[in-house]
């Protein structure tokens, strides 16, 4: 037996070794033991990219008139221990109010924030907050565009997305992390949306790797987020996952245990229909290993309407 395979089986006694995500050595033989394909493997090994765990969350803003039992107050302990198990290095969050974020970086001390509310800043309004791991990752930068024809420029009210640089303490490499939201009712203010990211990223992260985490309320089947699809400087996560993504395809659960499926279509046809609405997609440099729809419930209620979608990823 090679001294690599010993080392993996020991790894396996200690029961972290199919989630030792940052070890520099895994090789063909460690991956045959492990479980990961050998383009995984070779993935993982890079030393100068350590493994990402990368998170697009929709958690529902405190909405003082939602049903009783899907109040933030019911809610909040569910989000904490999701974030915390998972362990992501970086969450993408959609709607999240100031106090929200305050509940989860006051209960989860590891994470930071980067916040900038919609509104006028001092009202406790929507945020497109980037949570992160400040034992992982060093803020370098931090920003936020309006999606508007003046995107430097405030727009009370208006679509945003909030953005970051870090550096990996562990590798050394640099990266960007973009966030947004876009309008769930108005498909123009979708295609405004869409330009000026198509727009901004680039000229914000240069030729530095990136993701983009958000809520685009629209599928692939949209001219929108297929724009971003078919787009030459970003894929979409799910396509481009070395292993095949899983957990369900659809992303909204609209707090409903039980989907509501359309009149004359079936539960088969329902699923095979069925559509993410929000996304991680990656720049070219990006490798992504694992992908994932989180659809974890606590006695019969979800955390929040949208599912974590997540991602385990290096980049090149």
Known sequence: MSVMKRLCLLLLVLGFACEAWTAQGLNEAAAECCGLNAECAKAAEKPACGMLNIASYNMRFNNKRENPDNTWSERKPQVRALLEYYDFDIVGTQEPLLGQI???????????????????????????TILYKTARLELLQKGNFWHSATPDTFENGGRITTWGKFKDKLTGGEFFVFNTHL??????????????????????????????????????????????????????????????????????????????????????????????????????????????????????????????????????
């Open 183 to 316: 309008s769930s009712s108005n498909l123009e203010s979708r295609k405004t949306s869409i330009a000026v990211i198509l727009k901004e990223l680039p000229r914000i992260a240069g030729g530095s790797p990136f993701f983009l985490t958000g809520d685009f309320n629209a599928t692939e089947k949209e001219e929108t987020v297929a724009a971003l699809v078919n787009s030459p400087i970003m894929a979409d996560s799910k396509k481009v996952s070395k292993t095949p993504p899983y957990g369900q395809a659809r992303s909204f659960n609209g707090f409903k245990f039980e989907p509501s499926i359309p009149k004359g279509e079936t539960r088969q046809d329902y699923i095979a229909n069925a559509l993410p609405i929000d996304f991680i997609f990656v720049s070219k440099q990006i490798s992504v290993l694992k992908y994932a729809v989180i659809t974890d419930s606590f006695y019969g209620k979800f955390p929040s309407d949208h599912f974590p979608v997540c991602i385990k990823a290096v980049a090149e």
């Open 102 to 128: 305050k509940y989860l970086t006051d209960s989860l001390p590891q994470y930071s924030a980067i916040s900038y509310p919609k509104a006028d800043g001092v009202t406790d309004d929507e945020t497109c």
